[in-house]
């Protein structure tokens, strides 16, 4: 069973500050997605990575991929209020059309 | 820019009643989905379709049923709403091609009364 466990589920920092947010599986996906999800709203996507160790950035956000495709984590550099939210990581199920979502980060960020 | 639409940001409804959710996305995309997420649950998939009028249940469809009898449009019903159905309804789409993306609505917030 494909499954995606991220860490950690919570996050209180305050504004400046680094953080990093990892995505974990025992299995191999195809492709993995970040998306940031605010109350009320539905989740945005951030970047999707494709090739193992790829490394993709957008503005302060830094995502990579494991080497081996198992894994991916989410770096934020001098994190701002607005950067509060659910970020979840989701992949493509092998062999179906679903996908598999962790259980989300939620952080949030101070003034 | 890609866009998914749902009819209504938030809906409240009484116990007995018919509930219908639209998803409408303009990419042309093949698969379509319905999720719920509650707090500490995550995004539970209710049903999916691959192609227009094929469907498949997905973890939590007891209760629920779906239409998609266009591409770009995929329906929820609800048919006996009932007080634990309350929860975030979150529609998404994705491409059978390319990075197999999936792009996500706004959600809807069902109240059940």
């Known amino acids: 069973t494909q499954l995606l466990e991220q860490s950690p589920q919570f996050l209180s920092i305050q504004e400046g500050e680094n953080l990093t947010v990892y995505c974990n599986s025992s299995?191999?996906?195809?492709?993995l997605q970040w998306y940031r999800q605010e109350p009320g709203e539905g989740p945005v996507l951030l970047v999707t990575?494709?090739?193992?160790?790829e490394v993709k950035k957008l503005k302060r956000l830094t995502f990579q991929f494991g080497d081996a495709r198992k894994d991916s984590s989410l770096h934020i550099t001098a994190a701002q209020p607005g950067d509060t939210g659910l970020y979840l990581c989701a992949g493509p199920h092998s062999g179906t059309y679903k996908y598999i979502f962790g259980t989300g980060t939620r952080l949030k960020v101070l003034a | 820019d890609v866009k998914v639409t749902q009819s209504s940001r938030y809906l409240v409804k009484r116990t007995g009643e018919k509930v219908f959710l639209e998803c409408v996305q303009d990419?042309?995309?093949?698969?379509m989905f319905w999720y719920r997420q509650d707090p500490g649950l995550g995004l539970r998939l209710i049903y999916f379709s691959y192609d227009v009028k094929m469907k498949e249940k997905g973890d939590i469809p007891e209760g629920y049923s779906v239409s998609r009898e266009k591409k770009e449009r995929f329906s929820l019903i609800l048919e006996s709403a009932s007080t634990n159905q309350t929860s975030m309804y979150l529609c998404a789409s994705s491409s059978r091609r390319g990075q197999e993306t999936q792009y996500f609505g706004p959600g809807t917030r069902l109240l059940v009364l």
């Open positions: 990419m042309d995309h093949e698969n």
């Open positions: 299995s191999v996906f195809s492709s």
């Open positions: 990575v494709v090739t193992g160790g």
